[in-house]
């Protein structure tokens, strides 16, 4: 009874191979991967302020950043402003910032990109902005290097205004 079934599958095989013929389909093109956590943002400065206020609110004990000299002049002023408790560079590529509390609050309550790529924002040694009333603190880019805004203030520089911290 095998044998006879296994004929008849075998003669009925060609007949159905005939009716079935399908022009063969194109195998699919892979999807390009995108690697995750790799890119530039358009504003590096503005992605640090943003990272470092996440992970303030998120109650971090550190942030991770990629590097940049300008990251690091922000992450100095940053920490001898009090903001942050310290920052690292355990490689050539990264940053590592330490976030200060007093108690369960972070000395961080607020961070402003001011200066932007479409809206550069400029201030004259006689116009340095104050932030909450002398209680924050303006980030300058000046000729000089960055500094804050009473440092410029104080040297009589001038330039533009990066960000607010308070």
Known sequence: ?????????REQAPETADRSERPARKPATPK?????????????????LTRVRNAAVARHETVSVP?????????????????????????????V????????????????????????????KSE????LGGLGVAIVSTSSGLMTGREAQRKGLGGEVLAYVW
Not at 1 to 9: G, I, Q, R
Not at 69 to 85: H, N, P, Q, Y
Not at 97 to 124: D, N, Q
């Open 97 to 124: 910032l330490r976030l200060k509390y007093v108690g369960k609050l972070p000395a961080v309550a607020g961070l402003r990109r001011i200066s932007k790529p479409g809206l550069r924002v400029y201030a004259r």
């Open 67 to 95: 590097t940049s000299r300008m990251k690091a002049e922000v992450a100095r002023i940053l920490r001898d402003e009090g903001f942050i408790s310290g920052y690292e560079q355990p490689n050539a590529r990264e940053l």
């Open 32 to 48: 390009k991967v995108r690697p995750k956590g790799i890119g530039m943002p358009n504003d590096p400065v503005a992605d640090l």
């Open 1 to 9: 009874m095998l044998t006879e079934e296994m004929t008849a599958l």
């Open 128 to 131: 340095m902005p104050r932030v």
